[in-house]
């Protein structure tokens, strides 16, 4: 996505990954590890963003995505304010662009932007004044990139910094998730070795986005020897949609239990970006079973928004 880095190939955004320069997500991965001892405490980095205003510029409900970033600027020791399209002026009818204008011209020049539609954080980052850095927090079905440098993160800490040795399954709903396209551009930019995605056709994406992909509706084939399976959110609505015939009908086939789950390599991680609908995608006895990442991945986040923040920002 072009407007995302300057000339001399540093970020001056961040919207999505897909395209982003290897050298450039593997510094923001390693800097993040490098802050995770600073992510739940202390002192050590609250003047990194010191009188710096930051607004979480939510239109679309979130808790671990707000509440991360929130926790991560005031780490950073920055101004936080906390933007609620419900009780603001977009209500009136004001316009995404004039939220920004208005906010910038009380002199705030950080966005953490959440939105319901493909493409408005771009389209906010190009109307924004030179200087100030949009951050998307997940945009319609197209980008959750701090999501995916999250699972990244948890991949590398749990597998090693080798990428091409992996053999990374995804399972569920990819046509409909930010979080599905997110990780496999990062997957495909860390050049992982072997990349597989596993779903009923209803709800696998057409034109190039599973492209380098193994695909299949088998999950016990699909899971054969895999290093990590991250399980995504089966979206309810998808069934009165008529993209799947029944809750019962989608566990059944591509739910993952403990059974399941020995078709993976025994030191196998499992990973979820949450909310977990438990009994559905995935059972109580793997989501907080030994293999399960979930918690993990939650606490990731806080360091990987503070190694953007920072980067963006400080």
């Known amino acids: 996505m072009s407007g995302q880095l300057d000339d001399a190939g540093k970020l001056k955004h961040l919207l999505t990954l897909e395209g982003m320069p290897r050298s450039v997500l593997e510094a923001l991965l390693k800097r993040a590890d490098a802050l995770a001892t600073h992510a739940h405490g202390g002192n050590g980095m609250r003047g990194v963003l010191h ?28 101004d936080l304010l906390n933007f609620d399209a419900s009780t603001a002026s977009t209500t009136k009818g ?21 939105h319901k539609m493909d ?4 389209a906010l980052a190009r109307a924004a004044l030179p200087g100030t850095v949009l951050i998307n927090a997940g945009d319609g079905r197209s980008n959750h990139p701090t ?22 399954l995804i399972v569920g709903d990819v046509k409909h998730s930010r979080v599905a396209r997110s990780d496999l551009h990062a997957l495909h930019a860390l050049r992982t070795g072997e990349v597989r995605v596993c779903g009923p056709a209803s709800l696998l994406p057409g034109g190039d986005t599973l492209r380098g992909c193994m695909v299949g509706d088998d999950l016990d084939a699909m899971l054969d020897g895999v290093d990590a399976v991250m399980m995504l959110r089966l979206q309810r ?19 993952l239990t403990k059974a399941r789950l020995q078709h993976a390599a025994p030191d196998a991680i499992v990973m979820h970006p949450g909310p977990m609908n438990r009994g559905i995608e995935i059972t109580d006895d793997v989501a907080d079973g030994p293999q399960s990442r979930v918690l993990q991945q939650v606490a990731n986040g806080v360091a990987v928004r503070m190694a953007v923040l920072e980067t963006l920002l400080g």
Do not use: N, W
């Not at 009188?51 to 920055?78: D, I, P």
């Not at 999501?147 to 990374?168: E, I, N, Y």
């Open 51 to 78: 009188g710096k205003a930051v607004c979480t510029l939510f239109f679309e409900a979130s808790t671990r995505t707000r509440c991360s970033f929130s926790l991560a600027a005031q780490r950073l020791g920055a």
């Open 94 to 114: 004001e316009t995404d662009v004039d939220t920004l204008k208005t906010l910038e011209a009380m002199g705030v020049h950080g966005f953490i932007v959440r």
């Open 119 to 122: 493409g408005a954080v771009a």
């Open 147 to 168: 999501q995916g440098l999250l699972d990244m993160l948890t991949l590398q800490q749990a597998k090693g910094p080798d990428f091409s040795a992996m053999k990374v």
């Open 237 to 255: 609505e998808r069934m009165v949609e008529g993209l799947i015939t029944s809750l019962e009908d989608y566990h059944r086939d591509f739910g």
